[in-house]
């Protein structure tokens, strides 16, 4: 190994490492996995590690990764994991290590030919992602200055015909990881040998992840504006000082955030708002969302928020929609049966009235008695209205847009299977 590949390999690690431990707004995985990550939750939205050793924390992150999947199927065959592994039981912690790593990549190179240091952490990047929740949703830093090409390419080795993945960036400059995160994100998809095959049937709390409640609180919030309530086509038009929310939650409209996630001081009718409006307070409805032209044709006050446009209804800019969401809890660990709905697709509502969403749970982890369980694919329904009253905050204030708040539904009936049919929530 020459000694370039070997720097290379050195910043590739402290990108790495200085990624995943970065301060900030916590995921989902971050909630959920408090031991399993050294993490903590601290109130402002702000969580900190139990311990000040950054290596010992990522550790045990790749404590939780399966040895052999350090370096796994760089070759493919049919879409199942054939490749050459290397068993790093003893290489764990080597692995991170400015002194071990010379010797695993040795040991790399003599089982595999084509692996070079910058796939190396990068095939440790797609586990870390994978196992830590944040599949494809994952923001690279410098995601809008490069994009990353990938091609498929047959080759044959004897009997057997293989694939072989080659990605190129092309266009500006972003480090291993973000090459991993924007470019490889595809492939970060569970196996289909993950899923477990046993059923789940009994009371459970489910934890939506930051996008997924993002979604299902914004189909929520679309039928609070005031055209729709005064059309009487939203299922919330008599709802007017009654509890829509949980109690505890507050949604503002706040329109003079200025410069603030692209909102605007003012709306397209240049009515300037000249406070806060309270949409929901303490869970009620006290003031459906409207602009100046909306109001002025229901003969209410504004709240001023901004629309796309001079004429029309009034097109909702969560940018400026504030959610308050007071006390939060915490789960029990310990004690608790749950199901953290990672994230989904296809969502379609199916009765106006009722609020009645059907949506694909494209990727969920069932926890009980300290074991997971993955289940892809499963069809689901849910009312946003029941939704909307039982969610249980994880976190203690969010802004929408940010897509920073994880919401739970404690004590819910659940009951699935991997082998199909359909769950209500």
Known sequence: MNARHIDELHVAESSFENW????????VSDCICEKRYGAKIAKGNKYSFVTSNRKENLYKLLDYIEPDDYCYDYYTNTGSVTGEKVDFCDKRIEALTDTGIEDIFLK??????????????????????????YLD???????KKASLSMTVEEISEGSDQKRRVKAKKTVGDMDLLDYACAGLAESIRLKKSRVCSRNVKGRYSIVFSPEVSYQLIKKVLDELK??????????????????????GIFIYDMPLLMKSLGSYSFDYEFITPKSVYNVIKKGILTEPISNAKTAYE?????????????????????????????????????????????????????????MELKMMLRICTVVENDSESIYINIPCTINLI?????????????IVKGVKFPFTMLDRRLEF?????????
């Open 20 to 27: 995943i431990m970065h301060e900030g707004t916590p995921r």
């Open 108 to 133: 790399i190179n003599s089982k595999l030919s084509n692996m070079d240091p910058n796939k190396f952490i990068v095939q440790i990047s797609r586990q870390v992602l994978k196992y830590s929740g």
């Open 137 to 143: 949703r994952c923001e690279p830093l410098s995601y």
């Open 226 to 247: 005031l055209s729709s309530i005064r059309n009487e086509d939203s299922p919330y038009y008599n709802a007017l000082d009654k509890q829509v929310f949980s109690s």
């Open 298 to 354: 229901s003969g209410v006050r504004s709240t001023g928020h901004a629309q796309e446009g001079i004429s029309g209804e009034s097109v909702i800019k969560y940018s400026n929609i504030i959610m308050d969401l007071g006390t939060y809890t915490v789960l029990n660990y310990d004690s608790e049966k749950y199901v953290i709905v990672n994230e989904v697709s296809h969502l379609q509502v199916t009765d106006y009235r009722k």
């Open 386 to 398: 029941d939704f909307a009253k039982s969610i249980v905050p994880l976190s203690s204030f969010s």
């Open 417 to 425: 299977s991997s082998s199909g049919g359909e769950v209500a929530i």
